[in-house]
């Protein structure tokens, strides 16, 4: 059974600050990981996308790495602003044996991120 | 580009009752997902529809069900409602089962 954890589960910086989230999965077996970030009693945003096969995907000030035979994501933020307080959800979607995807998303708990002025 | 939209944004009902949630997905996109996300237990996967048909089922009891119509909207139904039902339900929205998945803004479902 796939599971996911991320760690810290809770993390306060001042403004300007870069950070890192990080993301651990049990089994290596996936097809792409997602970062989410959700804002308190809304939907999820997505954030980026990385293939199995890929190693990392940026967008904007966001990095995210992939390293999948040790089963972990991380997640780096540069610059921090005070906009970027939400919490940050990782999740996997499993490849069967048949290199088909299961379609479902594992998440981790998330990690709520603060960033204070 | 229209996102995600789901319908109502808060629902109310009492223990016993059904509860239907609706979902339409981005345009083009074939695959819709339900997640249940309830306090203290984190995102959970409920269902996945493709092209019309149910492709994969969390671990739920049978009264979570739904259906996918022929413009690839989706519903959520949920019979004799538990308090522990109550929880934000999201939909999501994807090409395919290997892409990208885009959620909506969420039911939250509230049982008393």
């Known amino acids: 059974k796939q599971e996911v954890t991320q760690i810290p589960a809770a993390l306060s910086v001042p403004e300007g600050e870069n950070l890192v989230l990080n993301c651990s999965f049990t089994d290596s077996a996936i097809y792409n990981l997602q970062w989410f970030r959700q804002d308190p009693g809304k939907g999820l945003t997505s954030l980026l996308l990385?293939?199995?096969?890929?190693r990392e995907q940026t967008s904007g000030r966001l990095n995210a790495s992939l390293d999948k035979s040790s089963g972990r994501s991380t997640l780096y933020i540069a610059a921090s602003q005070p906009g970027d307080s939400a919490t940050y959800l990782c999740a996997v979607i499993k490849s069967n044996a048949g290199g088909t995807s299961y379609g479902k998303l594992t998440f981790g708990q998330g990690t709520i991120l603060t960033v204070h002025p | 580009e229209a996102g995600v939209t789901q319908s109502p944004t808060h629902l109310i009902k009492t223990r016993g009752q059904q509860a239907t949630l609706r979902c339409s997905p981005i345009?083009?996109?074939?695959?819709v997902y339900w997640y249940q996300q309830a306090l203290g237990l984190g995102l959970q996967f409920l269902l996945w529809y493709d092209e019309g048909e149910e492709r994969n089922r969390g671990n739920f009891p049978p009264r979570f069900s739904g259906r996918q119509f022929p413009n690839y909207s989706s519903e959520l139904n949920v019979n004799a409602l538990e308090l522990e039902d109550s929880a934000l339900y999201l939909c999501a929205s994807s090409l395919s089962g290997f892409s990208e998945q885009y959620f909506g803004p969420g039911t939250r479902l509230t049982v008393t």
């Open positions: 345009s083009g996109h074939t695959s």
């Open positions: 990385i293939q199995s096969s890929q």
